[in-house]
């Protein structure tokens, strides 16, 4: 019976520690971060455009000036996340994440309506509103998870946005993998896909996306190395199937087990949260078990060590009492926490704002026209569905290129990040050039580099506002930085690259002796479509990069300094603010009475 009643016990107590297990795993910081994953992976349908965008036209008979005006709204959206900054300011982030998901559905669903003919054919603005606010989704999903893990995580904030913007790159390639298994080669029910898929997943996860004190872990860069491996894998992957599927035609079913692989790579994460939380759950365990002997402090020492406690959270105080409003034109010291409008009107977001108009404007432009370009310069329409996908995998790889090299090299070697984004906008210049010049099998090479080069700004981008201007008013001024993509994007693609193209297509039209009927598709074949306008983004993205120099040198001495000396601390007052709490907790149970101390 004695025998009995033990391993009844040992039974309770392994059921009570596997549910004690299960719930640190699920509330941990760690999921949180893969939570995040997956909201991310999805959220990269604004990406796809090019895979989409010849059912919109050929469907509604718009010509490319028309296209790249759907094509303006779209990024207008994606990246005008001021209100989903200003909602993250003053709600919790699963309001962010429903918010959202609603536009993303309405948005996109409206779109797959119109484009299947099931309602009537909407108007031009029609259809720039749906877009736009299907893409504004994605401005709402990185506000609410993306934002919410670097608070969580400041001291490894590069890893962060490079890892997590890095599944966001990822995403066209593994919903194309979805779309494939599920619809196979029907593009139009890719639209209907990238309304429900995004939308689905962050209603799922909405009460797991939260702020959580940020607690110093040692081997916390080492953790965000292994889901870098892991997403490495998934990239690679990814990449063979592209190789693959262009060689080789793929049933459905095929198309259905690489997406199952693809599905289970992306929940392989799991398994290095649940080992970082279970560290964790052991070490409190083992804490209760085995606690160090308490310390009794004298009220004097407790005069003391409150002083000392409150002297630091007052410093902090102190900072963070300005309004959002207030000494606009008096900003604190670099690295510390700017108000809204200090930011704003600092000479550093103005150089940042130019760069990123140049920059991400002009590498946009070359994505959303893949398709377009390679129509004009006769590749087969697999190859073009190669470049959608080959940017998709590059964009990833500069995303965690930038965010964990400049995160190595800025904390070795002191390398500031601005002139890591100098050399980014140089070497896509590279890139729009092959375009422009029509090398041989050029196309390839420059959806590689522009991917690259693309993906790896907005890392760099957002950790620089988040290292110049604190992370305070984080939330709104990480969307804020993102308004100057859509800007870049109207003038360098609307405005002229858009316009040179129909303006060619229109004379081929007359030198073939023909006249263009109303709702007739605008289509131009051959080098001059882009060359013009390539050589033009090319200069635009040499200025930005010229511009960005002055950051570097404004710059220079703050990042030669330790700019994570203050979340050090900040986390090392936490953790003897913790122990405090452990210990006192142990005492009470163990003391039962304590003599006062002479005064």
Not at 54 to 62: E, P, Q, R, V
Not at 127 to 142: E, P
Not at 144 to 166: D, Y
Request: with cysteine; aromatic share 12%; proline share 3%.
């Amino acid at each position: 019976m004695a025998l009995g009643g033990h391993a009844g016990s040992i039974g309770v107590h392994g059921w009570g520690d596997m549910k004690s297990l299960t719930v640190q795993v699920i509330t941990g910081r760690w999921f949180v971060v893969f939570a995040s994953f997956l909201i991310m992976a999805a959220a990269g349908a604004t990406y796809m455009f090019g895979l989409y965008s010849s059912d919109i036209k050929a469907t509604l008979g718009y010509d490319q000036s028309t296209l790249d005006l759907l094509s303006f709204f779209k990024d207008l959206g994606s990246n005008v996340g001021i209100l989903a900054g200003l909602i993250n300011e003053l709600t919790p982030p699963w309001v962010v994440l429903a918010i959202g998901a609603i536009l993303n559905f309405f948005g996109y669903f409206m779109i797959w309506l119109s484009v299947t003919k099931r309602i009537a054919k909407p108007q031009v603005w029609q259809m720039c509103l749906y877009i736009c606010l299907g893409a504004n989704s994605q401005s709402f999903a990185n506000t609410g998870s993306l934002v919410t893990c670097v608070k969580n995580f400041p001291e490894s904030r590069g890893a962060v946005l490079g890892i997590l913007k890095g599944y966001v790159g990822l995403s066209g390639a593994i919903i194309t993998q979805l779309y494939s298994a599920i619809y196979y080669d029907d593009t139009k029910a890719l639209i209907l896909l990238i309304g429900w898929l995004p939308a689905a997943i962050s209603f799922v996860f909405l009460r797991t996306i939260r702020y959580m004190k940020p607690v110093r872990q040692p081997n916390e860069l080492k953790v965000f190395y292994n889901f870098l491996y892991i997403s490495l894998g998934l990239a690679g992957f990814l990449l063979v199937m592209i190789i693959v599927q262009k060689r080789v035609n793929f049933t459905q079913s095929e198309y259905g087990v690489s997406a199952a692989i693809v599905v289970f790579l992306l929940f392989v994460p799991i398994l290095v949260v649940s080992m970082e939380e279970h560290k964790i759950w052991q070490s409190k365990r083992l804490a209760l078990l085995d606690p160090s002997p308490v310390k009794i402090v004298t009220e004097g020492e407790k005069v003391k060590q409150s002083e000392t406690t409150n002297g630091i959270t007052s410093i902090a105080a102190v900072s963070n009492d300005t309004r959002w409003w207030e000494n606009v034109f008096s900003p604190p010291e670099r690295g510390e926490d700017y108000t809204i409008l200090q930011a704003l009107f600092s000479a550093d977001m103005l150089i940042l704002f130019i760069t990123c108009i140049c920059g991400v404007g002009g590498t946009l432009t070359a994505i959303d026209n893949l398709g377009q370009i390679g129509t004009s310069l006769r590749y087969p329409k697999k190859s073009i569905s190669t470049f959608v996908s080959l940017v998709s995998i590059w964009n990833y790889l500069g995303r965690v290129f930038s965010g964990f090299v400049s995160e190595h090299f800025l904390q070795k070697y002191r390398f500031p990040r601005p002139l890591m984004l100098t050399l980014t906008l140089l070497l896509s210049c590279v890139g729009h050039l092959l375009i422009a010049l029509d090398v041989p099998n050029g196309l390839y090479a420059a959806s590689v580099i522009i991917g690259f080069c693309f993906g790896a700004q907005w890392p760099l981008l957002f950790a620089i506002i988040s290292e110049l201007f604190g992370l305070k008013y984080y939330a709104t001024l990480y969307n804020f930085g993102s308004v100057a993509s859509p800007l870049g994007l109207y003038v360098l693609n609307v405005k002229m690259t858009g316009y040179l193209y129909d303006k060619e297509a229109k004379k081929q039209l007359v030198a073939l002796g023909l006249k263009r009927k109303e709702g007739q598709e605008l289509n131009c074949i051959g080098i001059d479509c882009f060359k013009l306008s390539f050589i033009i983004i090319t200069a635009a993205t040499f200025f930005g990069a010229i511009v960005s120099l002055i950051l570097v040198a404004r710059t220079r001495k703050f990042y030669q300094t330790d700019i994570y000396k203050r979340f050090r601390d900040a986390a090392t007052v936490t953790e003897t603010e913790m122990e405090g709490v452990e210990s006192k907790s142990k005492a009470e149970k163990d003391v039962k009475y304590v003599v006062p101390t002479e005064k």
